[in-house]
Nanobody, 118 residues
Framework: QVQLVESGGGLVQAGGSLRLSCAAS????????MGWYRQTPGKQRELVAV???????NYADSVKGRFTVSRDNNKNTVYLQMNNLTPEDTAVYYC????????????WGQGTQVTVSS
């Protein structure tokens, strides 16, 4: 069983930066991809960024050029560097794991709140 714990959220002014971390514990060797999602009240959860086991990345159009996803395999940790934040980026951010052979993200962290003030 893999547990995911996010950290790094907080309050920042527009134009500022934050780095989120997602630490994985347990049997993480079979993880094929890690995703960062975000959700605001009344809206569906949005996939923001993905990083695969071979280092490939993908981003939502809304964050391209501002967010960067990376991983440190030695620490079993995935990061989301968020720059030039806007109030529209305010959300609860979740990391999630997709295992080999699975089409879905099945393991989720508890979420971390990011609030961007104007």
């Amino acid at each position: 069983q893999v547990q995911l714990v996010e950290s790094g959220g907080g309050l920042v002014q527009a134009g500022g930066s934050l780095r989120l971390s997602c630490a994985a514990s347990g049997s993480s060797f079979s993880i094929n991809a890690m995703g960062w999602y975000r959700q605001t009240p009344g809206k569906q959860r949005e996939l923001v960024a993905v990083i695969t086991s071979n280092g490939g990345t993908n981003y939502a159009d809304s964050v391209k050029g501002r967010f960067t996803v990376s991983r440190d395999n030695n620490k079993n940790t995935v990061y989301l560097q968020m720059n030039n934040l806007t109030p529209e980026d305010t959300a609860v951010y979740y990391c999630a794991a997709k295992f080999r052979g699975s089409q879905d993200y099945t393991n989720w962290g508890q979420g971390t709140q990011v609030t961007v003030s104007s």
